[in-house]
């Protein structure tokens, strides 16, 4: 049995888990930042590592209090050290190094893009063998957009990636032009549910013969779209209507799941893939899952929403595959805010 401390500070959530074995958690705690973020409609980087420096220690407790292990049962500490904002990595990594060191564990430094993909094995999952290698995996979240191909347990290829901005992005920008709230995925996901297909479609932007993405030109025809119905850029009571906000919902989310869904598909078929796994916060969103599944050229592994936002879980589950490598860090390991997989 091997017991993981897993934390991720790469973004705003301070996230801390107890996995075993790679694919049981036994707690998962998220102090989410959220409401700070809300306020000035995005993260903004200084706060969120204040933020983490808060609530870094109170979280590891509940983590190991939720677990209901003890740290001498712990057999490692794993910590995201890249990509990520800077500040909010050194805070993780800096607070691992000292558990690590004072409890006398092996420190594993792990890439935030690597544990997205490691969510796929929580719980009762097993994309190897449920498919088998290779796989290509979907990473959407608010600072990637990568296609991957997985080729066996910690061998990579990014194949795909946005050109412009993430996906995630584009939902929190779409969002703020719409006049919702701060994360814009999950808001733009509920206000779609009430569209009725009243608008013409937004455009599916395509990178030539490539499966890369690129999302701006399509925030742009929203925001373009907006501005001819005149409520953006936002005067006093020039509010959209219900019905504006829910078929502009509707038809950007569903420009964006086809070119996921699109690329996905290509690259399954250009590299022979067996299955195919979907991580990063936008893999939370209902028309993306249900149409990966239902369109997808092979099986398709979308961990639970809360385990497709970010989390310690998944730290602690990438970090059981280097544990059983005997892959563990230096005491030099640095944050690497533009670590690439
Ligand atoms: O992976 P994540 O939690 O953090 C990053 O590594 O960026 O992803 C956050 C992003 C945000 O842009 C948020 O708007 C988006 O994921 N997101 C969603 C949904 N839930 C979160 N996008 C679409 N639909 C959702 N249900
Ligand atoms: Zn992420």
């Known amino acids: 049995m091997i017991n993981i401390l897993g934390i991720e500070t790469s973004c705003d959530d301070t996230a801390v888990s107890v996995v075993r074995d790679g694919t049981l958690i036994l707690s998962n705690v998220i102090a989410a930042q959220t409401d700070m973020h809300e306020k000035y409609g995005g993260i903004i980087p200084e706060i969120a590592s204040r933020e983490h420096l808060m609530a870094i220690m109170p979280t590891v407790d509940a983590a190991l209090e ?71 995996c979907l990473i959407a979240s608010g600072g990637h957009t990568d296609l991957v191909v997985m080729f066996e347990h910690m061998s990579y290829k990014v194949v795909g990636r946005t050109r412009d901005d993430a996906a995630g992005e584009a939902f929190d920008k779409v969002a703020r032009v719409l006049g919702l ?35 701006s030109g399509l925030k742009t025809a929203v925001v373009r779209r907006a501005e001819e119905e005149g409520f953006y850029p936002r005067k006093t009571n020039q509010n959209p209507t219900r019905v504006q906000v829910e ?95």
């Not at 004072?102 to 490691?118: R, T």
């Not at 479609?201 to 690129?214: A, Q």
């Open 66 to 136: 939720g677990a209901e292990i003890s740290k001498e049962e712990l057999d490692a500490v794993a910590v995201t050290h890249g990509p990520g904002l800077a500040g909010s990595l050194l805070v993780g990594l800096n607070s691992a190094k000292g558990l690590a060191l004072g409890w006398d564990k092996p420190l594993i430094g792990i890439n935030h893009l690597e544990g997205h993909i490691y969510s796929a094995w929580l719980e009762d999952a097993d994309p190897e063998c449920q498919f088998g290698f290779p796989l290509i």
């Open 181 to 215: 709230g701060f994360p814009g995925g999950p808001e733009i996901q509920a206000q779609a549910e009430g569209a009725k297909g009243l608008i013409p479609p937004f455009p599916r932007p395509k990178i030539g013969n490539s499966v890369d993405f690129s999302f």
């Open 247 to 341: 078929e502009f919902s509707g038809a950007f989310q569903s420009a964006v799941v086809d070119c996921l869904v699109r690329n996905v598909n290509r690259a399954v078929e250009e590299w022979g893939a067996k299955g195919i796994i979907l991580g990063g916060g936008v893999a939370a969103n209902s028309e993306l899952r249900e149409r990966m599944q239902s369109e997808g050229k092979v099986g398709v592994i979308a961990p639970r929403p809360g385990l497709c936002t970010d989390n310690g879980a998944m730290i602690g589950a990438a970090a059981y595959r280097h544990f059983n490598e005997s892959i563990c860090t230096q005491w030099e390991l640095d944050v690497i805010p533009n670590l690439s997989l």
